[in-house]
C-alpha cells in the first residue's frame, strides 16, 4: 500500500495524467472545431444532397456512412499534422539547448587552460 501511495501521490503521476487527459480534450475539440466548421464546410459544395457527413454509399439493407469515416480521418491528419509540428519544435530546442550547453563548457574548459 505504501509503495502505491508513493507511485500514485507523491510523483505526481497522478496529477500529469489528470493534465494531459485535460489538455488532450481541449486539443480535441480544438481539431473538431477546424474540421467541421471550417474544412467540411468547404467541401460541403462538392457533395450532392448537402452536407459531407450524409454522405453515404447504399450497400444491401445499409449504408456505409463515407461522411463519418471522411471525419475520423481528417481530425486524425489534424492531429497527427499538430503532433508532429509539436514533436518537431521540442527536437529543435533540445538540440538548441544541447549545443548551447556544448558551447559553454567549451568556453569554460578554455578559460580554465587559459588561466
Known amino acids: ?10 510523483k505526481g503521476n497522478a496529477l500529469n495524467l489528470a493534465i494531459a487527459v485535460v489538455v488532450g480534450t481541449q486539443f480535441q475539440q480544438i481539431v473538431n472545431a477546424i474540421s467541421k466548421d471550417l474544412l467540411m464546410p468547404l467541401l460541403n459544395p462538392l457533395v450532392r444532397g448537402g452536407t459531407w457527413q450524409n454522405l453515404a454509399i447504399p450497400y444491401f439493407d445499409g449504408e456505409l456512412a463515407i461522411g463519418q469515416i471522411l471525419d475520423v480521418v481528417i481530425n486524425s491528419l489534424i492531429v497527427a499534422w499538430a ?5 518537431k519544435v521540442i527536437n529543435r530546442s ?3 539547448a544541447s549545443s548551447t550547453i556544448d558551447k559553454v563548457r567549451g568556453q569554460q574548459s578554455a578559460e580554465r587552460e587559459n588561466l
Open 1 to 10: 500500500m505504501r509503495e502505491f501511495n508513493e507511485f500514485f501521490f507523491s
Open 83 to 87: 503532433l508532429f509540428l509539436i514533436i
Open 94 to 96: 533540445e538540440k538548441l
